[in-house]
T-cell receptor, first 114, second 113 residues
Framework: NAGVTQTPKFQVLKTGQSMTLQCAQDMNHEYMSWYRQDPGMGLRLIHYSVGAGITDQGEVPNGYNVSRSTTEDFPLRLLSAAPSQTSVYFC?????????????FGPGTRLTVL | KQEVTQIPAALSVPEGENLVLNCSFTDSAIYNLQWFRQDPGKGLTSLLLIQSSQREQTSGRLNASLDKSSGRSTLYIAASQPGDSATYLCAVRPSQGAQKLVFGQGTRLTINP
């Protein structure tokens, strides 16, 4: 099992550009989520999905879009990048949201918006 | 609102020592608590998961305890090694249906050879 994979590892964007951060898991997990990690702010939930075709907002969803067409993939789209979106982004998965099982995190994407 | 605190923010100890990392949370009504390790520039690696009905979990040299009534969890590392140097994060799932984990800020641990 590769676990949770994320691409790219690093990305530099200019303000206003759009891009998609990729996340995939091969553990057949129903629940997937996106967090951002910022110094002094800890990890904050952006969006999450409880299964294919079902997504919902977390605590900091503005400026981001998600979709879940398959169980394996959960891409995060930045619609029009802003410097405030400079952060490290982590994708996570677990069997279900309510299973009480551990969450597994990907290696992260370090994004800089100029 | 659940808040998670980890003190100290940084800790430096000589190799071979046993050590304890602390995690406290404001609302004792949690579903479970998870300890993670994060190496610089890397993702989070799950170390231990404790359900609300459990008192402790062990994995190798690591032992995590949970005292819900006092809102505390500790991560005990035995016979520390330089390879244990990393940031350790604890995270609480407030309820079974909670959409997110609530993370502490982490303790940056350095083990000196």
């Amino acid at each position: 099992n590769a676990g949770v994979t994320q691409t790219p590892k690093f990305q530099v964007l200019k303000t206003g550009q759009s891009m998609t951060l990729q996340c995939a898991q091969d553990m057949n997990h129903e629940y997937m989520s996106w967090y951002r990690q910022d110094p002094g702010m800890g990890l904050r939930l952006i969006h999450y999905s409880v299964g294919a075709g079902i997504t919902d907002q977390g605590e900091v969803p503005n400026g981001y879009n998600v979709s879940r067409s398959t169980t394996e993939d959960f891409p995060l789209r930045l619609l029009s990048a802003a410097p405030s979106q400079t952060s490290v982004y982590f994708c996570a998965s677990s069997p279900t949201r309510t299973s009480g099982k551990a969450q597994y995190f990907g290696p992260g994407t370090r994004l800089t918006v100029l | 609102k659940q808040e998670v605190t980890q003190i100290p923010a940084a800790l430096s100890v000589p190799e071979g020592e046993n050590l304890v990392l602390n995690c406290s949370f404001t609302d004792s009504a949690i579903y479970n608590l998870q300890w993670f390790r994060q190496d610089p520039g890397k993702g989070l690696t799950s170390l231990l998961l404790i359900q609300s009905s459990q008192r402790e979990q062990t994995s190798g040299r690591l032992n995590a305890s949970l005292d819900k009534s006092s809102g505390r969890s500790t991560l005990y590392i035995a016979a520390s090694q330089p390879g244990d140097s990393a940031t350790y994060l604890c995270a609480v799932r407030p309820s079974q249906g909670a959409q997110k984990l609530v993370f502490g800020q982490g303790t940056r641990l350095t083990i000196n050879p």
